[in-house]
């Protein structure tokens, strides 16, 4: 049973940081892209960014491009969002997905590609 666990949320005020880690069972993140989705209420889910399996390239949505970074640690089966430069608009639960495809040669960035999620954690960002 393939389980991904986040952690890091909560409130922090604009201008603020967090690092979101997304700690992932049952089969190793080894092989597959990994990706960090949002959605806030009312609104659809959102890819923020994505990583692909080797580690090698990346994918940003335009809004937290140089605010964002993500990045995996295989050995640990572990996938982090570093959040800089926080602002309210990046209000919102975020959840950490797993690609369904080996080894892919693009970076997924819709929620149809990937086939396992985490339960979300909430992150609020205060003005």
């Known amino acids: 049973q393939v389980r991904l666990v986040e952690s890091g949320g909560g409130l922090v005020q604009a201008e603020g940081s967090l690092r979101l880690s997304c700690a992932a069972s049952?089969?190793?993140?080894?092989?597959?892209?990994m990706g960090w989705f949002r959605q806030a209420p009312g609104k659809e889910r959102e890819c923020v960014a994505a990583i692909n399996w080797s580690g090698g390239s990346t994918h940003y949505a335009d809004s937290v491009k140089g605010r964002f970074t993500i990045s995996r640690d295989n050995a640990k089966d572990t996938v982090y969002l570093q959040m800089n430069s926080l602002k309210p608009e990046d209000t919102a639960v975020y959840y950490c997905?797993?690609?369904?495809?080996?080894?892919?040669?693009?970076?997924?960035?819709?929620?149809?590609?990937?086939?396992?999620w985490g339960q979300g954690t909430q992150v609020t960002v205060s003005s």
């Open positions: 997905a797993q690609d369904f495809r080996r080894m892919r040669v693009s970076i997924p960035n819709t929620p149809g590609e990937y086939e396992y």
């Open positions: 049952g089969r190793t993140i080894t092989y597959y892209a």
